[in-house]
């Protein structure tokens, strides 16, 4: 034996009158090159069971620190040892592997053992086991032995899908055989179904059409859909809305502004897919905006902040038939989506927290389903009656105003007064009064109050 390169060392039984040079028993040390086996001795009896025990050295593991281990020692018994009952891993399910230590008398140079039987039960019913045969596997003095069984069912949601295993090492003599004991085990589905794709959702009247491409899962149960209002979710915590065994589904009670459909496919055993998701039919706005206070001209980009969007009718009173809110970022766009406005006209008005709410020059067509781009920022014509300033030469940019800080639609006084008031109390933050977006009040922030208030700056609408 080569105890540098092969980490193992090997126990001979004798069966006969002679020992034979073939191992019984192969032992195997952590790590190559750790010299384990160098040293073996007897341990006595550690556990006090009657039995030696055998302690074996690797004096070079862990670079020179060492480790010994020990094996305890057992009384040879001629009944196989039944090792574990495991499931197959990585499959659909069905299958369960049975590994047990050969019978103490299954060695070179002794025929006594001739076969080993496998024996499965189902679950006992009033401690009575119903053996069934499911293999004759040959002796053939090998230290360990396996077998593959298929079973009747998987553990499922509605039993634990437990069968017992017991093995017979078998003679020549039909009375003459010894036994296991017994060990139980199941075979789990370890193959969820793939993604649902495509999985998509499409206006329909008011309701809304969902669609997807089936599952070719060969253990499908249905499909588990969900609904909300965030992007993502743990399906396996969510509340399902619904389930389908088809691949089209109608949602007669869709729910209002914008929000998110999720599916799973789900198998006999309970295991999901990972969640597809598809947004519910909304209106998209790509719109472009500047905001004077937060516009930084030397590096033309801007402050990202939050604003808040309406759809508005294009006829008196114009009411609003939809809002969202969205980030404006550092390059002066946004996507926006409306989930409750119809297809139409309107005009788009825009909020923010201490500017001036701004309309466009004129109603723009939106539809769902078809995502529209207006860039506020290109001309003073694209605000109503050009309801903005020029922060930008190059490139030519205009913005909305700054410093309507309490935001009752006009620039004055008042304003200049919040901002002060802040300023002398070194506010800093997120806050109405900080202008330009550097988180702290001062007088440039008062300046674009001042500035604007002068011009007696005000929102201008229809």
């Known amino acids: 034996?080569?105890?540098?390169?092969?980490?193992?060392?090997?126990?001979?039984?004798?069966?006969?009158?002679?020992?034979?040079?073939?191992?019984?028993?192969?032992?195997?040390?952590?790590?190559?090159?750790?010299?384990?086996?160098?040293?073996?001795?007897?341990?006595?009896?550690?556990?006090?069971?009657?039995?030696?025990?055998?302690s074996v050295g690797a004096y070079v593991y862990?670079?020179?620190?060492?480790?010994?281990?020990?094996?305890?020692?057992?009384?040879?018994?001629?009944?196989?040892i039944l090792n574990y009952v495991k499931d197959v891993p990585n499959d659909q399910g069905g299958y369960v592997n049975i590994k047990w230590a050969r019978s103490s008398i299954d060695v070179n140079g002794n025929n006594t053992i001739t076969d080993y039987i496998v024996y499965r039960s189902y679950p006992p019913i009033g401690g009575q086991f119903s053996w069934e045969e499911r293999s004759v596997i040959q002796a053939t003095k090998r230290s360990f032995y396996t077998f593959t069984d298929h079973t009747p069912s998987d553990s499922g949601s509605n039993n634990s899908g437990n069968f017992f295993y017991k093995v017979r090492a078998k003679t020549s003599n039909i009375n003459s055989y010894w036994e296991s004991a017994i060990l139980s085990g199941r075979s789990i589905d370890n193959i969820p179904p793939?993604?649902?794709?495509?999985?998509?959702?499409?206006a329909s009247g008011p309701d809304v059409l969902l669609n997807w491409k089936s599952s070719t899962a060969p253990d499908l149960l249905n499909y588990?859909?969900?609904?909300?209002?965030?992007?993502?979710?743990?399906?396996?915590t969510e509340t399902p809305w619904m389930t389908a065994t088809d691949s089209i589904l109608l949602d007669t009670s869709t729910l209002s502004g914008t929000y998110y459909y999720?599916?799973?496919?789900?198998?006999?055993?309970?295991?999901?897919?990972?969640?597809?998701?598809?947004?519910?039919?909304?209106?998209?706005?790509?719109?472009?905006?500047?905001?004077?206070?937060?516009?930084?001209?030397?590096?033309?980009?801007?402050?990202?902040?939050?604003?808040?969007?309406?759809?508005?009718?294009?006829?008196?009173?114009?009411?609003?038939?939809?809002?969202?809110?969205?980030?404006?970022?550092?390059?002066?766009?946004?996507?926006?989506?409306?989930?409750n406005a119809v297809n139409g006209n309107y005009y788009i008005s825009v909020t923010h927290r201490n500017s001036i709410e701004t309309w466009s020059a004129l109603p723009v067509s939106v539809a769902t389903g078809s995502p529209i781009s207006f860039d506020l920022s290109s001309a003073l014509s694209q605000a109503y009656a050009g309801n903005q300033i020029q922060v930008d030469a190059s490139p030519v940019r205009f913005a909305v105003y700054s410093g309507d800080v309490n935001q009752d639609g006009t620039i004055d006084l008042s304003d200049g007064s919040l901002?002060?008031?802040?300023?002398?109390?070194?506010?800093?933050?997120?806050?109405?009064?900080?202008?330009?977006?550097?988180?702290?009040?001062?007088?440039?922030?008062?300046?674009?109050?001042?500035?604007?208030?002068?011009?007696?700056?005000?929102?201008?609408?229809?």
Do not use: C, W
Request: proline content about 4%; cysteine-free.
């Open 1 to 54: 034996m080569d105890i540098l390169s092969i980490p193992a060392d090997h126990i001979y039984i004798s069966g006969a009158a002679t020992v034979d040079n073939i191992a019984d028993v192969t032992m195997t040390g952590e790590i190559t090159n750790n010299y384990f086996g160098k040293s073996v001795s007897s341990a006595g009896d550690i556990n006090g069971d009657g039995y030696s025990d055998v």
């Open 62 to 80: 862990s670079s020179n620190t060492g480790r010994s281990y020990i094996y305890l020692g057992s009384a040879i018994s001629a009944k196989p």
């Open 194 to 202: 793939f993604i649902v794709s495509p999985f998509t959702a499409a």
């Open 224 to 236: 588990v859909l969900f609904r909300n209002v965030n992007p993502t979710i743990d399906p396996y």
């Open 262 to 339: 999720f599916i799973v496919a789900q198998d006999i055993h309970g295991n999901y897919s990972p969640a597809a998701v598809t947004e519910s039919p909304n209106i998209t706005v790509y719109l472009k905006i500047f905001i004077e206070g937060l516009y930084n001209a030397g590096s033309n980009s801007q402050v990202s902040d939050t604003i808040t969007v309406y759809l508005r009718n294009s006829i008196s009173p114009y009411s609003i038939a939809d809002r969202t809110n969205g980030v404006v970022s550092s390059d002066g766009t946004a996507q926006l989506k409306f989930g």
């Open 419 to 462: 901002i002060d008031n802040d300023a002398f109390n070194f506010a800093s933050g997120y806050i109405q009064t900080d202008v330009n977006g550097d988180g702290i009040v001062d007088i440039s922030d008062a300046v674009f109050a001042d500035n604007n208030g002068f011009n007696f700056i005000s929102k201008i609408t229809p």
